[in-house]
């Protein structure tokens, strides 16, 4: 029996089963690293910038009035946390990295607090109002913790309580692949507000679970 003859259809390498040819699929891939990566830089440079210009301005120009909705679909505005201590991140569940962490961090840093913890509220609010329902909300803050609570809003109420903290945002270029799963810039900083909806402190949010419970340790009133 002769062996089967080598063709050139034989010699190229196999395409996946999309028709992508391995190489082709390679490049891909690093044109998509490179772009994940430059994007990476962006943000962490703006990040830098925004923590020195929040960092530079009067503790009085931060923060202010907002009427929203939280995750159980109530209304709430900032009486709601009369004479309790606010933690307050602004983001979105369909955040693939920062906002996750962040949570998990504020999470983890208040139950290095113990009873103390519970001086403080933590509370996020989404920046993407088209598609953080009070439900996804909810779903997605309890995912990480009971205690956070989530807000939401219509897209006036959210541009206006961003404006208030001074917090970027800005959906990324949407095409026709990735209408409805777009990502989103966003300035990030953890805000303490104490029991008046005053600002106490800023926390960069790649400060560690210990160094948020340290410097809450030292900014919360004594027990």
Known sequence: MKEPSSSPGRTRARKDARGI???VRKRRERRALLGLMAATAVLLCAAAGFRAL???RPAEEIGGPYTLTDDT????????FHGHYT???FGYTHCLDV???TLATVTAALDRLGARGAQVVPVFISIDPARDTPARVHEYVTSF???I????G???AIRTVAAEFHVMVRPRQMTAATAGNYQMDHSSMLFLMDGRNHLVSMFPVDSSAEEIATRLRNLLPAQ
């Open 73 to 80: 679909d109530h209304v709430v505005t900032e009486q709601s």
């Open 99 to 101: 906002c996750p962490l």
């Open 154 to 156: 219509d897209a006036q």
């Open 149 to 152: 609570v989530g807000l939401t």
């Open 54 to 56: 929040m960092l530079g």
């Open 145 to 147: 913790s009971p205690r």
């Open 21 to 23: 040819a391995p190489d």
């Open 87 to 89: 933690l307050l991140y």
